[in-house]
């Protein structure tokens, strides 16, 4: 019986369930030409059912029900294929391999029998449970991939799910969604591309310490958006990760080492930057657009002003060039204030960018 040979291999392989890898691979080598078995046994590991049987004191209904209807309603598998998925782990991995207290009964494979496992009814839910949750792509972990509560005004990110840590939101999860305020609990590292692209609700984002990288295009669009202090550890700021908001200050964190392409492009209501050492380049278009823009801090381990750095920042009337800058990009300058001049030492790359532009400067 199919129940036997799993066990078997779950007994001989008892260290291969702590590995996504390693555990996929057995499976198909074990059961070959049931593909079927294969997929339903490995969705439900996904979803992190050996870490809560390892951390369950006894399975229950309850406890079996929570991975049946995730395997319905996120996988799309029936009811039938998911009873019979998760009371194979139920039984076979807790009961038989662990000892586990087991009330579930093993159920039959197909649909013309009753389900082993009982629907519960309404209210068993977790907060957590409304959250939609996918593998991390390097393996470690698990990404939200969607949240299927009602009400989506204020989302409250949950850090672990099944025993398991969830650390990123997935590339595309909430883009243009109705989310208002997001909200992300200690644990969270990065946000995927396109996360919360265009969603023209989200007025707040309050990050966790632990946050160090968000992705391209993560809030561009979010127009509302005027609440969202950088975490202190970031590391990483994709391309136009924050452009189009209405972000009214910016503090770049000293942990941060790369700014990507226009990543605060856009950014109307900002008044000042200042750019601390770790930042030795300023990527093409970063601040283009800021029409806010009055004051520009820059530091004297600065090598490179991409091109548009500055295009656009029509309220910038100055802006002091360490001699550090070696190179400028074109129309870094372009469309700023009718007054605008560049402060920079003599015989500075600055100065012969300058009159190889046709800037105003003046020499300190």
């Known amino acids: 019986m199919f129940e036997t040979d799993f066990e078997n291999l779950l007994s ?143 989302i409250i990110f949950q850090n672990s799910s099944g025993g398991k840590p969830v650390l990123e939101v997935l590339d595309g999860a909430f883009s243009e969604s109705e989310i208002e305020e997001a909200i992300f609990t200690e644990g969270f590292t990065r946000i995927g591309s396109r996360a919360f692209y265009g969603c023209g609700r989200l007025s707040q984002v309050i990050f966790p310490a632990s946050m160090k990288e968000l992705g391209d295009y993560a809030f561009a669009g979010c127009g509302n958006l005027s609440l969202a202090a950088l975490p202190p550890l970031l590391e990483k700021i994709g391309d136009y990760s924050l452009s189009g908001t209405r972000l009214k200050s910016i503090v770049i964190p000293k942990t941060l080492y790369w700014i990507g392409v226009g990543a605060f492009s856009g950014c109307t209501d900002i008044k000042k930057i200042e750019v601390l050492e770790n930042i030795t380049e300023l990527p093409d278009q970063v601040f283009s657009g800021c029409t806010g823009l009055t004051k520009v801090t820059l530091h004297g381990k600065l090598t490179k002003i991409g091109a548009h750095a500055f295009d656009g920042c029509s309220d910038l009337e100055e802006i002091d060039i360490p001699d550090s800058v070696i190179q400028i990009g074109e129309d870094a300058f372009i469309r700023t204030h009718d007054k605008f001049i560049l402060m920079c030492s003599f015989g500075s790359y600055a100065e012969s960018y300058a009159r190889k532009y046709q800037l105003k400067y003046q020499l300190i």
């Not at 519960?120 to 939200?144: H, M, Q, S």
């Open 12 to 154: 001989t392989y008892a260290d291969a369930v702590s590995d996504w890898g390693w555990f996929s691979a057995l499976v198909k080598d074990y059961f070959p030409g049931q593909p079927m078995q294969i997929h339903l046994i490995l969705s439900a590991y996904d979803l992190g059912i050996v870490g809560d049987i390892q951390t369950a004191v006894r399975i229950n209904n309850t406890f079996a029900y929570r991975f049946v209807k995730r395997l319905v309603d996120e996988y799309g598998i029936s009811r039938a294929n998911a009873d019979w998925a998760v009371s194979l782990w139920c039984v076979c991995y807790g009961q038989h391999m662990l000892g586990k207290p087991c009330e579930i009964k093993m159920s039959a494979k197909g649909g013309s029998h009753a389900p082993s496992i009982q629907e519960e009814k309404p209210g068993v839910l977790t907060y957590g449970d409304l959250f939609r949750y996918v593998r991390c792509p390097d393996g470690n972990g698990l990404a939200v991939s969607g949240f299927t509560g009602d009400s989506k005004k204020t």
